[in-house]
């Protein structure tokens, strides 16, 4: 059975710091590109970090510099180091395996940047 959950959300104050996991089981997380999306209340899901199977990464504009992709094959899990968050970045995180035509969504998890 594949599962994707992530974990690590929560309520953090502007400039903290949070670091998300995405825990992979049921396919072979190696070969999968894996990717962090977000969506924000009444807006649409949007690519946030992306990691290839050859472990090239792509940021959006709005995080670089701010945010870090990675994973750890070895553990099947995907995480995603969010530093100097801002209100805006207030969303519920998902993470996403693709291969080929396969692709595998997680639940989401929650991030809220308030003072």
């Known amino acids: 059975q594949v599962q994707l959950v992530e974990s690590g959300g929560g309520l953090v104050h502007p400039g903290g710091s949070l670091r998300l996991s995405c825990a992979a089981s049921?396919?072979?997380?190696?070969?999968?590109?894996m990717h962090w999306y977000r969506q924000a209340p009444g807006k649409g899901r949007d690519l946030v970090a992306t990691?290839?199977?050859?472990?090239?990464?792509y940021y959006a504009d709005s995080v670089k510099g701010r945010f870090t992709i990675s994973r750890d094959n070895a553990k099947n899990t995907l995480y995603l180091q969010m530093n100097s968050l801002k209100p805006e970045d207030t969303a519920v995180y998902y993470c996403k395996a693709v291969h080929r035509s396969t692709l595998y969504w997680g639940q989401g998890t929650q991030v809220t940047v308030s003072s």
């Open positions: 049921g396919f072979t997380f190696s070969s999968y590109d």
């Open positions: 990691i290839s199977s050859g472990r090239s990464t």
